[in-house]
Every structure is written in structure tokens, then in C-alpha cells.
């Protein structure tokens, strides 16, 4: 095994698998919630507002939350730090 590479324990990936699903979930959440509110809107204008701000609540907190889940993946499973090559 080369010196870039890292191993992960199995409570590691245990861990990791849980905040995928968690993740996982909150996206589907989200886009359910933001279909009923599309299809809502489309037979009463008025829903049309609490679609927008659903969209511009939940797409932050979903983006956030992949970002979080990349940031464990990379900390558990990533290269390590000093194989990565600096842009200078």
C-alpha cells in the first residue's frame, strides 16, 4: 500500500454510511416537499410564494449538507493531505 493511500475501519465506514442516509433522506424530503408545492402552484397561483421560499430554505441546507458529507468522506477515505498537489 503506497503512502497516499488510507485505510477505513469498519466503525468508520459504519459512520459514514449513516450520514449518507441521513443526507439521503433530507434530499428526498426536500424534493417531495418542493413537487407538492410545484404541482400546488399550478392549480393555485398563491403557493407559488411558499415555493420559492421552500426552494431558497431547503436548497442551502442541501447543498450544506453534501458538503458536509464530502468533507467526512474525504477525512475518513480521501487522499491525505500532503499528497495533494499545491496549484503553485
Given amino acids: 500500500m503506497s503512502d497516499q493511500e488510507r485505510t477505513i475501519s ?3 465506514l459504519v459512520v459514514l454510511q449513516k ?3 441521513e443526507i ?4 428526498n424530503n426536500a424534493l417531495a416537499v418542493m413537487m407538492a408545492l410545484s404541482e400546488m402552484s399550478q ?3 398563491d403557493y407559488s410564494e411558499k415555493l420559492a421560499s421552500t426552494v431558497l430554505t431547503k436548497a442551502p441546507q442541501i447543498v450544506s449538507g453534501l ?4 468533507q467526512a468522506l ?3 477515505a480521501g487522499p ?3 499528497s495533494i498537489p499545491s496549484a503553485g
Wanted: hydrophobic content about 15%; proline content about 9%.
Fill in 10 to 12: 469498519q466503525e468508520e
Fill in 19 to 21: 450520514k449518507f442516509s
Fill in 24 to 27: 439521503k433522506h433530507a434530499i
Fill in 43 to 45: 392549480r393555485r397561483p
Fill in 67 to 70: 458538503q458536509e458529507f464530502t
Fill in 74 to 76: 474525504n477525512e475518513k
Fill in 80 to 82: 491525505k493531505p500532503e
